[in-house]
């Protein structure tokens, strides 16, 4: 079992930053890829950016790409997405989640383990 723990969600004015961090706790960290997911009101959740167990492989959707950061500290145990330049479609409740091995995922079926999710709100 992995227990994550969000935080670093709120709202923003359009091209600001936010910082969004996870804290994973239950399960040996490395074992597991993690990855950030977003889900905006009726719409389905999407896959945002991933990051394997050693933090050496980073993969992020076409839509964040070049805005957003994944990152990961093994020692803390925690998961970072620093989002820069942020616009009104980014406003959505963001997850991170851990995956069932250490690869890094994009399919959410590949991923065990939720958080309870944070609020993204960019304002235009």
């Known amino acids: 079992q992995v227990q994550l723990v969000e935080s670093g969600g709120g709202e923003v004015e359009a091209e600001g930053s936010l910082r969004l961090s996870c804290t994973a706790s239950?399960?040996?960290?490395?074992?597991?890829?993690m990855g950030w997911f977003r889900q905006a009101p009726g719409n389905e959740r999407e896959f945002v950016a991933s990051i394997d167990g050693r933090g050496r492989i980073t993969n992020y959707a076409v839509s964040v790409k070049g805005r957003f950061t994944i990152s990961r500290d093994n020692a803390k145990s925690t998961v970072s997405l620093q989002m820069a330049s942020l616009k009104p479609e980014d406003t959505a409740v963001y997850y991170c989640?851990?995956?069932?091995?250490?690869?890094?995922?994009?399919?959410?079926?590949?991923?065990?383990?939720w958080g309870q999710g944070t609020q993204v709100t960019v304002s235009s």
């Open positions: 989640a851990a995956g069932w091995t250490s690869s890094a995922q994009g399919d959410p079926r590949l991923y065990g383990y």
């Open positions: 239950g399960s040996p960290f490395t074992d597991h890829g």
